[in-house]
């Protein structure tokens, strides 16, 4: 399903909450509106005392809300990395491992020696009443140190007895086996575990439970729960008479064949039956006896019916069998079938390969081949763990048909997860020469994954890249994730079995251990190849077939045990992975701890039985993990709920969606508009988790340390208002007809998004038998559905998704499956400037979510009034003065068209300047108000008064006399974002809208006001200074923030404008003040306005010509035919620009200008003269975070010159000094105002290949490595930075080396072939980026700024001048890096035991603290 704020695809991944020390104060402090939440995958090994890690990339913060292509979630894109590879990932695919059997059930609960009620106990006897259902306890609670015996323990008692249990029945299966008695005992009596369990895998326990049953269970802590029980009370288990009763998913079936004995018995009972050939030799012959018939399930207890659904399940079909009550539509949806997009093909080869096919013409000429082995981490043996992950290493940089690739345009990737390890090709069809890409391209993956060379080089080399890449990515925020994760996913490997593997093994591993994993799980039976591109089904698949037929099969499938078609769900056999395609090979359990949807008692909740707060017990939960760390700044609380996926099959599962998707936008901005600011800390999410294979629901709270309490209160009160008296009728129109209007927007776009994505969107969709849909088929479904969504569905989901928070403590709630908080050790008082001590606890958190008060019914539904429009009458005075014919004669003289771009120009009657382009790219338009100034336009008295001054406007979220709620529903009822934000040279405003009526009028109004009637507001103010006060702290405590702020401070000594906003600048700040310095650079007549949009109809069109009938995404006819090409007729193209030319006359030239004195914009940063320093300590710096992890990281920077090839004061003093002339290569474009441009972004293509062939191949040193420049577009200013990470150890040799690369380009200069290899880079992506809105945008800007040489002509010639330059001009382009050694400024940080320090200046110290080094990580 392609809703794009609604489908989980491939931006759509559950991502775990994370806090970096450098995030912690921007998410939490700074108020970013959600937390930090990505996709982890590669991980490393979770213990208590250190995390080895993988790249994490994080997301930068956007300006815009989430754009993107159809199938973009409402969180935005988030950046989801992956082990392995050059790159970050953007897809793998997730399991969702369920067991057969997985329930909870306990006698009825008294209250006895520990607390518990007195005459409630009620036994029932199984053979009379199968099961016993108690108050739910969690599924998973426990997993502390003392619940389940140590390994230790078992290891020193190896004369322990023995039972085995058989079963005759397949239900009884999972139980049978041998066991081995434990140390410990439960209820008076022996506990036995049992053995030979795959590694990794849940523990099977037979023990004597709190409530006199002898029960199979998870727990050894004797808890009342489990898959399993019965009441005897017997001594020993061998001396067991009643029948055990077993949950199937329905209702408790007794199983009278199961059987516990001694194992010397065992032996003689099987022996016997072996004499006369009817033995039952185990489990794994099971299915070949002729079971038992079971009999009709035992109805349950009257009294306990109401209970019946509060327990585990781990088929999807639970949500038919929730208490909450679904509210049922006129007419039944669960029978029509969602259709099958027409244009997505399937096949497979002879050797069990399988394809997956769809024609797509974005980018034109191109193709994406991806194909995925079905293996990853948690595939791995003990003895692997990190074998997957140098797998695909071994196999993708060792390839040389892969090597071939290089240079003809192509780029290539690869990426390890949990279950699934992918490699893929993003190509060219053709070349310039005729040369045909496919086959190649397919070749190099048929070698990656079938025939590597695996030579002993290659593998020490990755080997190297590998271990770097573990160092390098151990940062603060993935080792926050694998906590998470292990708290999580306690019952499988997903918690302790990360892709990065063991730094001790991946040492360890030969050329036969390789061999060994490759030939067991890298065949074409294993794998599934998906191509999507600019060409026919039969070319996609006469390729593949010359390609990939011929490879062996090596593994066949055997009978009974593997097929070669896709089984899903409760027709697969392999049932513990309901999502993972059945193979020839086993595959181990992955049993997930799911607590919703089990919740409701109709609407009736009742207090727990399963605890009594009288007598101090608590409610039970998943796992409370706690996450202790001094370099954390701000503090977050995650509560997560895991529950089976629902594939989209039906249009009753697409009304369940939309529900969803309209409780999470309601609930969302409920909490915002309980804080004061509009960037409430608080992110609210239910998707699918491809790598994890499971639903989630998450919560996470980011708040100051010292007022988490108000702020968990707020949250848990209304995601309780919202479960207990749902949503208002106003809510359901304005949130549905905002989908509604995204559905629209998928549609439109659907001719322009990429390959890339309609792959990865396929090949997620695939991971949970989601059916793949056309978006026009999508529309069609939406459509249908939609009014059968009513209030009472969506109140029904909130009980059913959010239960598990809002009713924490009730009976009828599932706990949370687990609670994760991230927390610092120390706070700052800001009064005294000190560190204190601080601290968080699980009762701390317990005591208060049971203590939130309820809201009434009056406050929770109380609604605001949204408004139809902002500027009702307020223009009228304006209009009034104006000659009828004034909007008419301005256009006439004021507008120019270009005929080569499509780009028109216009100057408004106050002076504001407007640049747009009509493009069908996306259905949303994008505009930028761009004006000079910045954090250059500071005074040096008024250090980051801008800075704040923007972010008091945004803080405020109101104008004139409108509410921030009213603004915000008014932008959220119209699909309307504006965001303000500065840098160094210009503050802008950002807007995207909706293509139509009102989405382009919305935006255009809430502009006027905020230039014309912005709200200043102290509150605002003070949270503004209060958020950068904290974003300096969290600086500090950050490797990588810390590290290039002071090597800006070494570059820049006399400029802080160039530097993180500094506290005693802010703390010299007023109200007056930052609006001063605001007004004096927002003032209209200095604007650039530049618009990107489908304003002439180019889309529509489109839209209405495939009315009726079904675009398969082919984009193009057949060679044969004619392609037609559609054109907006010129009248309605002339109408729509025209109403859009008046829409900007009207409400942005009407600003009147600002009186305000202009800003000083022109004061650029001068570089300080580095030989002039009298050190080489002045020129570098050396300092050391207090972490328990070790990392390092290297920041070298120098002068540059600007886009336009213009530099500083002293880089022209420098440049003079060297005779430099951009005319010495006597180019046949030097006169192009593009060359400088297109020059240095060559240049720095080639140095950054040359920083990975050095710093990565060759030498080992680092995983990481980059060269950017500043490029400034205003100011006559700039600077190049290189960044390395390494291992502390080797961080000063990775320095030498990456000087070496920055200095070596003179010695050896650039080549024909490097160039070849940029060029191609820079035009492939930039065509691929003018499909792009955002883009589009960055071209227009400044193009009518009188500052600098840009015009038309840098847009028109960009391929021109990429294709006429020469190695000639691009190393002398070279010559404008300021590369001396007494040029270059190096800042070095590393992190771990140890005190903090800086040395090298007189800086002062990053971080400086007293506490003991293996304090500064505490987990609980």
């Known amino acids: 399903l392609r809703f794009p704020e609604m489908a989980p695809t491939r931006s759509s991944q559950r991502v775990l909450g994370s806090t970096t020390a450098a995030a912690a104060a921007t998410t939490a402090a700074v108020g970013a509106a959600s937390s930090a939440r990505r996709a982890m995958a590669a991980a490393g090994e979770a213990k208590a005392e250190a995390f080895a890690a993988p790249s994490v990339h994080r997301s930068s913060p956007g300006c815009l809300g989430p754009r993107g292509v159809a199938g973009s979630s409402a969180r935005g894109q988030e950046s989801a990395h992956f082990c392995g590879g050059q790159e970050a990932g953007t897809s793998a695919t997730g399991t969702a491992a369920a067991a057969a059997i997985i329930a909870a059930g306990a006698a009825l609960v008294k209250k006895g020696p520990k607390g518990r009620r007195a005459g409630n106990r009620r036994l029932v006897e199984v053979s009379q009443k199968a099961g016993f259902f108690g108050a739910i306890k969690d599924f998973l609670k426990g997993g502390s140190e003392d619940s389940d015996p140590p390994a230790k323990a078992a290891a020193e008692a190896p004369n322990r007895s023995r039972i085995v249990v058989s079963s005759a029945q397949q239900i009884g299966q999972p139980f049978c086996g041998a066991y081995e008695e434990q140390l410990i005992k439960s209820n008076g009596r022996p506990v036995f575990m049992k053995v030979g369990l795959p590694a990794g895998s849940q523990p099977i326990y037979l023990l004597y439970n709190q409530e006199n049953q002898w029960a199979f269970t998870p727990h050894a802590d004797g808890r009342a729960d489990g898959w399993a029980f019965v009441s005897d009370a017997a001594e020993q288990p061998v001396d067991i008479q009643g029948s055990f009763s077993i949950w199937n998913m329905e209702a408790w079936v007794p199983d009278a064949t199961l059987k516990v004995q001694s194992q010397v018995a065992a032996a003689a009972q099987q022996q016997a039956e072996a004499a006369v050939g009817g033995g039952i030799e185990g489990p794994d012959v099971a299915e070949e006896v002729q079971m038992e018939d079971p009999g009709e399930p035992v109805p349950l207890p009257d009294e306990l019916e109401p209970l019946a659904q509060l327990h585990w399940r781990s088929h999807w079909q639970v949500s038919e069998k929730a208490i909450a009550e679904w509210a049922k539509p006129k007419i039944d949806l669960s029978n029509r079938p969602l259709p099958e997009h027409p244009g997505v093909k399937r096949g497979v080869l002879s050797n069990g390969l399988r394809y997956v096919l769809l024609r797509n013409a974005m980018p034109p000429g191109r193709f994406e081949a991806h194909i995925e082995l079905h293996v990853g981490s ?46 893929h090709i993003h190509s060219p069809l053709t070349l310039e020469d005729g040369r045909d890409m496919y086959k190649p391209a397919l070749e190099a993956l048929n070698e990656i994954a079938f025939m590597p060379e695996m030579n002993v080089f290659r593998i020490e080399k990755e080997r190297k890249a590998v271990l770097a890449e573990m160092q390098q990515v151990n940062d603060m925020e993935y080792r926050i994730e694998t906590w998470t994760l292990s708290g999580l996913h306690e019952t499988n490997k997903l918690g302790t079995q990360f892709p990065i593997g063991k730094e001790e093994q991946i040492k360890a591993w030969q050329q036969k251990d390789l061999r060994a994993f490759h030939d067991k799980w890298y065949y074409p039976g294993n794998a599934t190849l998906y191509v999507v591109g ?15 037929e011929s490879t062996p099969a090596r593994h066949q499938p055997e009978p009974g045990v593997a097929t070669l078609d896709p089984v899903w769900g409760s027709k697969s056999a392999d049932a513990r992975s309901l999502f993972r395609r059945k193979i020839a090979r086993h595959r181990p359990e992955q049993l997930h701890n799911f607590s919703v949807p089990m919740i409701g008692t109709t609407g009736t909740f009742t207090e727990a039985a399963s605890f009594d707060p009288t007598s101090g017990e608590k409610p039970w939960h998943g796992p409370l993990r706690i996450f202790r760390n001094e370099l954390l700044e701000g503090l977050q609380l995650n509560f997560y709920s895991k529950a089976p996926v629902r594939p989209l099959k039906n249009l009753e599962d697409i009304r369940h969606l939309i529900a969803v998707r309209v409780l999470i936008g309601v609930l969302q901005f409920r909490i915002v508009s309980r804080y004061s600011s509009n960037h409430a800390p608080v992110q609210i999410d239910h998707s699918d988790s491809f790598r994890e294979g499971c639903a989630v629901t998450s919560i996470t709270v980011n708040a100051d340390p010292r007022d988490w309490r108000n702020a968990l209160s707020c949250v848990v009160q209304e995601v309780r208002a919202i479960c207990d008296y749902g949503v208002t009728e106003s809510e359901m129109k304005r949130y549905m007809a905002a989908m509604l209007k995204d559905v629209e927007k998928g549609v439109a776009e659907n001719e322009t ?3 890339e994505d309609h792959l990865n969107f396929i090949m997620t969709s695939d991971v949970f038998d989601h059916v793949v849909m056309h978006p026009e088929q999508s529309y069609k479904a939406f459509s249908e559905v939609a009014p059968m969504v009513d209030r009472e569905c969506v109140n029904t989901v909130a009980k059913w998704m959010l239960g598990f928070l809002a009713y924490y403590g009730k009976a009828a709630a599932p706990p949370p499956t687990a609670i994760v908080v991230c927390t610092p050790t120390q706070v700052l008082e800001e009064h005294s400037g000190q560190l204190v001590p601080f601290s968080i606890t699980e009762e701390e958190i317990v005591d208060l979510l049971l203590a939130v008060p309820d809201k009434s019914k009056e406050e929770a539904l109380n609604q605001v009034d949204v408004p139809e429009s902002l500027l009702k009458g307020q223009l009228d005075a304006f209009l009034a003065k104006q000659p009828v014919d004034a909007f008419d004669a301005w256009r006439a003289t004021s507008r120019k068209e270009d005929p080569d771009t499509g780009i028109v120009q216009l100057m408004l009657p106050n002076g504001a300047k407007v640049n747009y382009v009509c493009t069908p790219n996306e259905s949303q338009g994008t505009m930028r108000l761009l004006v000079p100034g910045g954090r250059s336009g500071e005074k040096p008295n008024e250090l980051s008064s801008a800075v704040v001054g923007i972010r008091t406007i945004s803080e405020s979220g109101a104008v004139s006399d409108f509410s921030r709620e009213q603004i915000e529903l008014f932008a959220v009822s119209n699909l309307t974002s504006v965001h303000l934000d500065l840098n160094l040279e210009f503050s802008y405003v950002d807007a995207s809208f909706a293509m139509g009526e009102t989405g382009l009028v919305a935006a255009l109004e809430l502009l006027h006001l905020l230039f014309v009637e912005p709200r200043w507001e102290l509150p605002a103010f003070i949270r503004a200074q209060q958020a950068y006060k904290a974003q300096a702290y969290a600086v500090q405590k950050s490797l990588e923030q810390s590290t290039s702020n002071r090597l800006m401070k070494m570059m820049y000594a006399s400029d802080p404008r160039v530097t993180e906003a500094q506290v005693e600048d802010i703390n010299k700040l007023n109200l007056a003040t930052v ?42 006819e057949e060679e044969t035919e004619e392609e037609v090409v559609m054109e907006v007729p010129a009248a309605a193209r002339e109408r729509r620009l025209h109403d859009l030319d008046e829409a900007l006359w009207k409400y942005l030239g009407s600003i009147v200008p600002s009186e305000a004195e202009q800003a000083e914009i022109n004061n650029a940063p001068v570089i300080t003269h580095g030989e002039s320093l009298s050190s080489v300590e002045n020129r570098q710096r050396t300092a050391h975070l207090q972490d328990s992890d070790e990392r390092a990281i290297a920041n070298i920077g120098g002068g540059a010159p600007n886009r336009w090839g213009k530099g500083d004061s002293y880089h022209n003093e420098v440049m003079k000094s060297k005779s430099f002339s951009w005319d010495s290569p006597d180019s046949k474009v030097k006169d192009h105002p593009l060359y400088p441009s297109v020059c240095l972004l060559a240049m720095r293509e080639v140095i950054n290949t040359r920083l990975f062939s050095t710093m990565r191949d060759s030498l080992g040193l680092s995983y990481d490595s980059s060269f950017e420049l500043s490029m400034h577009d205003r100011l006559e200013a700039g600077w190049f930075m290189c960044t390395v990470s390494s291992h502390p150890s080797r961080i000063t040799e990775a320095v030498t080396a990456a000087k070496g690369v920055l200095q070596g380009v003179r010695k050896r200069p650039i080549s024909d072939l490097e160039l070849s290899t940029a060029r191609r880079t820079l035009m492939r992506r930039h065509e691929a980026d003018k499909q792009t809105n955002e883009y589009w945008i960055t071209l227009l800007s400044h193009l009518q700024f009188n500052g600098n040489p840009k015009d038309i002509s840098c847009v028109r010639d960009i391929d021109m001048m990429l294709q006429s330059i020469t190695w000639r001009d691009v190393q002398n382009a070279y010559l404008t890096l300021l590369t001396d050694s007494d040029q270059l400024f190096v800042s070095v940080t590393t992190a771990g035991p140890g005190a903090g320090y800086v040395s090298g200046g007189a800086a002062q110290a990053s971080v400086s603290t007293s506490t003991a080094p293996k304090e500064l990580k505490t987990v609980d």
């Open 378 to 423: 948690i595939d791995e043996e003990p003895h692997e763990q990190g074998i997957a992950h140098m797998m695909e290493h071994v196999c993708f940089l060792g390839s040389r048909k892969r090597e071939q690739l290089i240079g003809t345009g192509s780029r290539s990737n690869a990426l390890t997860d949990f279950q699934h390890t992918i490699y």
């Open 534 to 548: 600019d060409m026919t089904e039969d070319e996609m698949v006469a390729g593949i077939k010359k390609v990939f």
């Open 753 to 755: 998004v990429p390959s």
């Open 1075 to 1116: 609006k001063r310095a605001v007004a004096a650079q927002l003032r209209p007549q200095d604007l650039e306005i530049n618009l990107v949009g489908d304003f002439d109809g180019q889309a529509h069109l489109k839209g209405a010509e495939v009315e009726g009938g079904l675009s398969t995404g082919k984009h193009r």
